[in-house]
């Protein structure tokens, strides 16, 4: 099993552009959640699905845009990309009703 | 407003128990305690989690005082690969919004 797969693993955007950050994992978990990891801080929720087909926001949803594609995939999409959204971006992913997620390797974004 | 107050960072021996606290003063009663560990900017990992009882794996002790205000994360023999910043939440089992507050960096030294 591979876990929770994130891609790409680093990104460089301009000002103003687009792109989405793909998740997956292979687990048959029904939540998934996407955080992010500003330096020497604690990951901040963005936004999670509980189960398919539901997405809900987190401490931080300004400025993105989720879409669970199916029980595997749940995708992140930042459509005019900011400086202030460089991070790094996790995504993990849970059985429900636990409180023991499995994340991603991370995703290094760098808005220029 | 924070759920959990840890120690900015501590270090420890090799070899030695690394003994981390975690002060959750109004945790209520179906509030679990998870702690979880980030290496190096990898992924955050799950280590042990506990309601009101004292749990132990492979990887480490949890120990919840009888009140439930606080509680302590033991490695048993602290080594370098444990250099990492380790993570104290209160979370209620059908909460979604799983919060990572700063942690508690700690540092194993040879």
């Known amino acids: 099993n591979a876990g929770v797969t994130q891609t790409p693993k680093f990104q460089v955007l301009k000002t103003g552009q687009s792109m989405t950050l793909q998740c997956a994992q292979d687990?048959?978990?029904?939540?998934m959640y996407w955080y992010r990891q500003d330096p020497g801080m604690g990951l901040r929720l963005i936004y999670y699905?509980?189960?398919?087909?539901?997405?809900d926001k987190g401490e931080v949803p300004n400025g993105y845009n989720v879409s669970r594609l199916n029980k595997r995939e749940f995708s992140l999409r930042l459509e005019s990309a900011a400086p202030s959204q460089t991070s790094v971006y996790f995504c993990?992913?849970?059985?429900?009703?636990?409180?023991?997620?499995?994340f991603g390797e991370g995703s290094r974004l760098t808005v220029l | 407003d924070a759920k959990t107050t840890q120690p900015p960072s501590m270090d420890c021996a090799e070899g030695r128990a690394a003994n981390l606290p975690c002060n959750h003063s109004?945790?209520?009663?179906?509030?679990?305690v998870y702690w979880y560990r980030q290496i190096h900017s990898q992924g955050p990992q799950y280590i042990i989690h506990?309601?009101?009882n004292n749990e132990t794996n492979e990887m480490a002790s949890l120990i919840i005082t009888e009140d439930r205000k606080s509680s302590t994360l033991i490695l048993p023999h602290a080594t370098l690969r444990d250099t990492a910043v380790y993570y104290c939440?209160?979370?209620?089992?059908?909460?979604?919004?799983?919060?990572f507050g700063a942690g508690t960096t700690v540092t194993v030294r040879a």
């Open positions: 993990a992913s849970n059985p429900q009703g636990t409180g023991e997620l499995f």
């Open positions: 699905s509980a189960s398919e087909g539901t997405t």
């Open positions: 687990m048959n978990h029904n939540s």
């Open positions: 506990g309601l009101k």
């Open positions: 109004t945790i209520s009663g179906n509030e679990y």
């Open positions: 939440i209160v979370r209620v089992q059908a909460d979604y919004k799983l919060s």
